[in-house]
């Protein structure tokens, strides 16, 4: 290997990642110069003291600018995602199997993926305490590629006025569009946080929510956009609003947050100061379902987005959830935030959130989320 393809492997800062503690944690085995040699014998970069690993079981190198991997005629096998190889490219999130030890390779990327902290020091290194089997989670792969080339869609939900159903705003709920992942943003964070990228794709959601908007050149009224809450107290949610506010200048945002952010009061409080100079407002997510309200008084949002079990179903409830739902409503009027009514699914439901001094709702009555083209052909109902 040349000097230069050399000192490239060590930029790119590749490992290979092994699940430690019942699967809780990371070992990290960084690969910092190729080739990288994998077997059962001691002096090779990474040992394996197991009868089913061979002794010179593979190694990881360079050809051109592509990091490969070599079976070295091991009697189980080397896989890269489940298949049986010879030789083959590799890419960031690929799941590798020596025999029956599971691997991912991963890389230092900008967002800080891999933190130094947690990355093992170069040399030999024996691993003689792996759990099976291991099972990373699926399409990791696929998520660095979703992430590095923008491959999500925003879909715009309707919030409405109570009474009256008019279309106040509009909460921007993400979709991947990578043709190998779910679509389902609940399912892309699930594996973005093996990869410890959930807050890039947070960011990516929102920005290309208001890449579309800007560039359609639609009027609609302001958006509630949301956060990932690995992105509370990092400079990068700062720069990544700051970023937006450049996309749309002219914008109406609401950046929403989850509830148990409030245990972090400071940090909520600088983020709201911050979102005041670039001309946002805060709301406050599922709540009710935690244990936040006396810090309400310290950082008090402009909205504040009831969970769906504090309505769902309220006509059913028992007296103890009304009043409760009541406590909840004096507690958001004490701190001058508007209350919304999420998951409202029917006319008795609307009626009862009226009632309760809801002033905004939203749910599958009044708009199910649809992608931009789409809301002109929709009346606001579902």
């Known amino acids: 290997m040349s000097e230069a393809q050399s000192g490239e492997t060590r930029a790119v800062r590749w490992c290979l990642e092994s699940l430690v503690d019942g699967g809780k944690s990371l070992q990290r085995v960084p690969i910092v110069n190729v080739p990288f040699r994998i077997g059962r014998v001691v002096g090779l970069d990474l040992t394996l003291p197991f009868q089913s690993v061979s002794k010179r079981h593979a190694e990881i190198y360079c050809e051109g600018e592509e990091l490969m991997l070599r079976d070295l005629d091991s009697t189980n096998g080397t896989f890269v995602n489940r ?216 950082v008090p949002p402009h909205y504040l987005k009831f969970d769906i079990s504090m309505v769902k179903d309220i006509v059913k409830a028992p007296p103890s959830k009304r009043r409760l739902l009541a406590m909840l409503m004096a507690a958001a009027r004490e701190v001058s935030a508007v209350p919304i009514a999420e998951g409202i699914e029917n006319e008795t439901e609307a009626s009862v959130c009226t009632s309760a001094g809801f002033t905004l709702a939203q749910g599958y009555l009044f708009g199910r989320p649809l992608p931009l083209a789409d809301l002109k052909k929709n009346d606001g109902r579902g």
């Open 83 to 298: 298949k049986r190889v010879k030789g083959t490219p590799l890419h960031e999130g690929d799941i590798l199997h020596f025999a029956e030890f599971e691997f991912r390779l991963g890389r230092q990327s900008s967002e800080g993926g891999i933190g130094d902290e947690a990355t093992l020091e170069r040399g030999t290194l024996a691993l003689g305490r792996l759990e099976l089997p291991q099972h990373f989670v699926s399409g990791t792969r696929q998520l660095a590629e979703l992430l590095e080339r923008g491959l999500t869609a925003p879909l715009f939900q309707p919030i409405v006025t109570l009474p009256g159903g008019a279309v106040e705003a509009y909460e921007v709920l993400g979709r991947g569009t990578h043709p190998e992942l779910p679509s389902s943003p609940k399912e892309l964070f699930r594996i973005a946080e093996t990869l410890d990228r959930a807050a890039e794709l947070s960011r990516l959601f929102r920005r290309r929510a208001v890449e579309v908007l800007t560039a359609s050149g639609a009027n609609l009224p302001f958006l509630f956009l949301n956060t990932h809450p690995s992105e509370l107290g990092k400079p990068e949610l700062l720069e990544s609003l700051r970023a937006l506010r450049r996309i749309g200048p002219d914008l109406d945002l609401v950046i929403e947050i989850h509830e148990g952010a409030l245990a972090e009061t400071q940090v909520i409080a600088e983020l709201k100061r911050d979102l005041d100079g670039l001309s946002m407002r805060l709301a406050l997510d599922d709540f009710g379902i935690g244990e936040r309200i006396l810090q309400l008084a310290e």
